[in-house]
């Protein structure tokens, strides 16, 4: 079956434009996850969805960056006003039930330039 | 709050030498323990998991042991290959089952 996909892969931004990244979850599965990869470093969480439900997002970083699953399946991340410091790749994963203890799947990411 | 640390690389190691990456976590509660790993133009895929103490983690030769009394899950394999190379990263669950990453360890592996 199809994995986590993500697009688009690549996307380059002038500093203080808008974009908008999607996620294609495996289906069925309930829990998607956002997370904030820097170049060398681990991914740091964004935000968490249980079906439509936005739980937590606590990670994100300041009120440019949102998020949205409305129909309980794909979901968007949007970042308005670029700026050179949002420069990452963007990681999407989803797992199929709520608890803790589940395997998140990841998509391929999306690698974010501003510039 | 939480968190995990995990030795910085790059490790370089030869073909058939014996692997340990080491990983520590501070956590309220007890969360679950994984090791993702990123093979080069790859995504990130699990490589094992813990999800109690004690508990050993176990796959592709790869192992880790969930131990709560030093807060570690340290991976080992006893002989590694070329194609192990990657990025491997240390990682415990937090709050609604998000994850806490390390910031990674790049392994070497050569003829």
């Known amino acids: 079956g199809a994995g986590v996909s993500q697009s688009p892969r690549y996307k380059v931004a002038k500093r203080g434009q808008d974009v908008a990244l999607r996620c294609d979850p495996i289906?069925?599965?309930?829990?998607l996850f956002w997370y904030q990869q820097a170049l060398g470093q681990g991914p740091e969480f964004l935000t968490y969805?249980?079906?439509?439900?936005?739980?937590?997002k606590s990670g994100l970083p300041s009120d440019r960056f949102f998020a949205e699953r409305p129909e309980g399946s794909v979901s968007t991340l949007k970042i308005q006003r670029t700026q050179q410091e949002d420069s990452a790749v963007y990681l999407c994963a989803s797992s199929s039930q709520v608890m803790r203890r589940d395997e998140q799947f990841f998509g391929p990411g999306t690698r974010l330039t501003v510039l | 709050g939480n968190s995990v640390t995990q030795m910085e690389g790059p490790v370089t190691l030869s073909e058939e030498a014996f692997l340990t990456i080491n990983c520590t976590y501070t956590a309220t509660g007890y969360p679950s323990l994984f090791w993702y790993v990123q093979y080069p133009g790859e995504g990130l895929q699990l490589l094992l998991k813990?999800?109690?103490?004690?508990d050993k983690g176990s796959n592709k030769g790869f192992e880790a042991t969930y131990r709560k009394e030093t807060t570690s899950f340290h991976l080992e394999k006893g002989s590694v290959q070329v194609s192990d190379s990657a990025v491997y990263f240390c990682?415990?669950?937090?709050?609604?089952?998000?994850?806490?990453f390390g910031q990674g360890t790049t392994l070497q592996v050569k003829p």
């Open positions: 289906s069925g599965h309930v829990s």
């Open positions: 813990a999800t109690k103490a004690d």
């Open positions: 969805f249980q079906n439509e439900a936005q739980l937590d």
């Open positions: 990682a415990s669950s937090g709050n609604t089952g998000k994850l806490i």
